[in-house]
């Protein structure tokens, strides 16, 4: 796979998955049958599918997604043979990435990464998982709501979030919500930026709020050649 | 996932200077004559993934399909499907449902033409760099590949017939991570056509 494509796919899918998880437990404000009210995306534990395009490039990939509250999630990518090419593993501003095949690991903080770093894309994450505005401030019957911030979320007529704009041009759509454990939680997500790419995720045998042990989202470096997270460059 | 490839390629073509009645250079010979006599196949497949994290096991089904000289093609169906077409050293991989098509261009050494041209001719040597175990059950054949040093894959274990049909193949990650390939309805030269390797 060419680096290039394997570089958007990187830069986006790490990116994807904190969004994904987290912003649909601000989406869960009106009941799907069987909702709970008030009940979050605590943990997740899913099979994904990644498409990432830009441009002329696309690529696209399957895996599997464990995320915990607050910030903290481990995502596997597999090639088509179902080895492991590229494990993420993030905790709070810390990014680990392990690339099996060279036994390589990087890790740093995403803050000390220079700004021309393709990891810096993660920082969109933060307005992503931003909540929703309160279910009071939701109209009757779906509608637009737009933030002190200048973004701008659009409801279905259940109160769920369908799409959020930001002021920079960044978007965030939903699809499809389902009830998982009481949680209304999307089939797949899309995010795309101001310069056009876009990254969609797909949900598959999605488990919520189920335990997660520590040791699935530490990640191991035994055996591994530790190197600084700014020399990834994909794989 | 190509070194996985060239690792199943490498054994096929080994011919083992082993001892004679080391179960190892049986197990080979075995497996070796059986890709030697087989201008195409076809097969079904379940692959199993266990995350070692994980309590949960991720199951694909599809199909592979092979044909001499240089053709290796591989559909996963839903709910993730992708097309894998390895054309002598030109590899692509198709997500139809994503619009979506990779390709990737190996090294002209890592070819299957040349992989597959060797099987016509005795090999005098192992394959380099691994170590191999193998065991013999009535007619079933289990062969173990273990690769020295640095890689993803700790060992990969082949099971198989005395004609050299293969029913599945176990590869184990140092990361604990396991694969399982089960294949089913297995069927040699059944003379597929250039239809049955479309990405479309």
Redesign the interface.
């Given at each position: 796979m060419p680096l290039r494509r394997l570089n958007i796919f990187y830069k986006n899918a790490v990116l994807l998955l904190l969004l994904v998880t987290l912003s649909a437990c601000a989406t869960a404000r009106k009941p799907l049958t069987g909702i709970v009210a008030g009940r979050q995306v605590e943990t997740l534990q899913s099979a994904i599918g990644i498409t990432a395009k830009s441009g002329e490039h696309s690529t696209s990939g399957r895996g599997y997604l464990i995320f915990a509250q607050p910030d903290r999630f481990h995502m596997a990518v597999l090639s088509p043979f179902g080895l492991t090419v590229l494990e993420v593993f993030s905790d709070a501003d810390r990014l680990t990435c392990l690339v099996p095949s060279r036994q390589s690991a990087y890790t740093g903080l995403l803050s000390e990464l220079p700004e021309t770093s393709a990891l810096k894309s993660l920082g969109m994450m933060k307005w992503v998982v931003a909540p929703a505005p309160p279910g009071d401030e939701v109209p009757t019957g779906g509608g637009e709501v737009t933030t002190a911030s200048g973004d701008r979320f659009f409801f279905d007529r259940n109160g769920l979030v369908e799409r959020k704009l930001s002021d920079q041009g960044d978007e965030v759509v939903y699809n499809d919500y389902r009830n998982i454990n009481g949680v209304a939680f999307p089939e797949s997500i899309v995010i795309g930026n101001s310069l056009g790419a876009t990254v969609k995720i797909t949900f598959e045998d999605t488990e919520i709020n189920q335990p997660v042990e520590d040791a699935a989202l530490t990640a191991s470096l035994e055996g591994y050649s530790v190197l600084p997270l700014a020399d990834f460059k994909g794989l | 996932?190509r070194?996985?490839?060239l690792l199943l390629l490498a054994l096929a073509v080994a011919t083992p200077v082993l001892a004679a009645g080391d179960p190892a250079r049986e197990a080979l010979e075995t497996l070796r004559r059986g890709f030697a006599d087989t201008a195409d196949f076809t097969a079904e497949i379940t692959?199993?993934?266990q995350?070692a994290?994980?309590k949960?096991k991720?199951v694909?089904k599809g199909v592979i399909r092979f044909k001499k000289p240089d053709t290796f093609f591989?559909e996963?169906y839903p709910?993730?499907p992708?097309r894998?077409l390895l054309k002598d050293n030109v590899m692509t991989?198709r997500?139809a449902e994503?619009?979506?098509t990779?390709?990737?261009v190996l090294p002209p050494e890592e070819g299957l033409r040349k992989w597959f041209g060797l099987l016509a001719n005795p090999v005098t040597a192992l394959p380099e760099g691994v170590d191999l175990k193998a065991e013999r059950r009535g007619k079933l054949w289990s062969l173990t590949l273990f690769p020295k040093g640095?890689?993803?894959?700790q060992q990969l274990t082949l099971s198989y017939d005395e004609e050299g049909t293969i029913s599945r193949i176990v590869?184990e990650?140092?990361?604990r991570?396991r694969?399982i390939?089960l294949f089913n309805r297995v069927r040699r030269n059944v003379g597929l056509r250039d239809k049955d390797f479309s990405l479309e």
């Open positions: - | 996932m070194k996985f490839l692959q199993e993934k995350l994290l994980m949960r991720m694909s591989m996963l709910p993730h992708s894998l991989i997500f994503q619009g979506v990779d390709r990737m640095k890689g993803s894959v590869v990650e140092r990361n991570d694969t390939l």
